[in-house]
């Protein structure tokens, strides 16, 4: 998955992302109680990692679960 599609889908589950250290970088915070985060690395190609496009479809699948 692209990063730029990574933060756009993001964006609409979770809100404007707080900009980490550089342009690379996006970080969400997650609607449920502590402190969890979802941050979007750009790598190679312009792709997202993909342990973190994993990390945010699981954080996606929570929400949907949790608005239900």
């Known amino acids: ?23 690379h970088v996006a970080i969400f915070k997650m609607p449920w109680a502590g402190d969890p985060r979802i941050n ?7 792709k997202a990692k993909p342990y973190q496009v994993k990390q945010l479809i699981s954080a996606i699948d929570k929400k949907k679960e949790m608005d239900e």
């Open 40 to 46: 979007l690395q750009k790598g190679p190609g312009g």
């Open 1 to 23: 998955m692209s990063f730029s599609d990574a933060v756009k889908l993001a964006t609409y589950y979770f809100g404007e992302p707080r900009k980490g250290s550089g342009s």
